[in-house]
């Protein structure tokens, strides 16, 4: 693993190259992330610190990817079927613009396909 430093600045660098990916503001990703945007300001920043766990967990499920995809570190072993599932939902992520309803009813007839095709 990299020095804290140096991981520092991969960390702030991934997260911004992502976030401008999306077309998003500092407050848009901090928002989605449920962090405040200045604590996102100083991430980006790179002040050395590296975030905890918890948020650089927030902050990877905002972004839908894998936290290692913002360290920059190897994927750990994930199944074919989990590489599926993130790849699904960063394609669809329009699903998010859908009322609580509709999304419910998509979830429901995925998962009532999933239990078709794993028989």
């Known amino acids: 693993m990299t020095d804290k430093i140096n991981q520092d600045e991969i960390i702030?660098?991934?997260?911004?190259?992502l976030r401008e990916g999306l077309g998003w503001n500092q407050?848009?990703?901090?928002?989605?992330?449920?962090?405040?945007a200045a604590?996102?300001?100083?991430?980006?920043?790179?002040?050395g610190r590296v975030p905890t766990i918890v948020v650089l967990r927030k902050i990877a499920s905002a972004l839908k990817?894998?936290?290692?995809?913002?360290?920059?570190?190897?994927?750990?072993?994930?199944?074919?079927?989990?590489?599926?599932?993130?790849?699904?939902?960063r394609k669809w992520d329009i699903l998010d613009s859908l009322s609580k309803t509709?999304?419910?009813?998509?979830?429901?007839?995925a998962e009532r396909l999933k239990r078709i095709t794993d028989e």
């Open 27 to 36: 407050s848009k990703l901090a928002s989605e992330a449920g962090i405040t």
């Open 102 to 109: 509709d999304q419910e009813m998509l979830k429901g007839m």
């Open 65 to 89: 990817v894998q936290p290692y995809e913002i360290t920059g570190e190897e994927p750990g072993n994930a199944s074919e079927a989990d590489e599926r599932n993130r790849e699904f939902y």
């Open 39 to 47: 604590a996102l300001s100083k991430i980006e920043k790179g002040d």
């Open 12 to 17: 702030s660098s991934n997260i911004k190259k």
